[in-house]
């Protein structure tokens, strides 16, 4: 969560509390584009997550929340985690920076 959280700053960030699992939840608000669109990029550059719309199944409403959510696991070697988390920051920063 501390290198998340170093990575991601000044970007409108949250992170689920953690609650023992293996993975964590980061929520992009206001993401310019869907968090499909968002993996693909990642996925494009060696980074898998799970966009969050998959995630967020019996809703009846299109809660906008579930398209600015990521779900990545942790379960890595640390320099792959760190590198990952690098990745992850560096897209994200790339998508505000081209939205306006």
């Keep these: 969560v501390v290198r998340f959280r170093k990575q991601l700053e000044g970007l409108p960030f949250h992170i689920h509390r953690p609650e023992g699992a293996f993975f964590l939840w980061l929520w992009f608000e206001g993401l ?19 966009p969050g719309h998959h995630c967020f199944f019996g809703l009846e409403e299109d ?11 942790y379960v890595q070697d640390e320099e792959t985690v760190r590198r990952g988390i690098a990745v992850i920051a560096d897209e994200v920063r790339r998508v ?5």
Excluded at 63 to 73: A, G
Excluded at 96 to 100: I, K
């Design 32 to 50: 310019p584009v869907s968090s499909e669109e968002l993996y693909r990029r990642l996925k494009a550059r060696g980074v898998l997550v799970v």
């Design 63 to 73: 809660w906008p929340h579930r398209h600015e959510c990521i779900r990545v696991s």
């Design 96 to 100: 505000f920076a081209n939205s306006g």
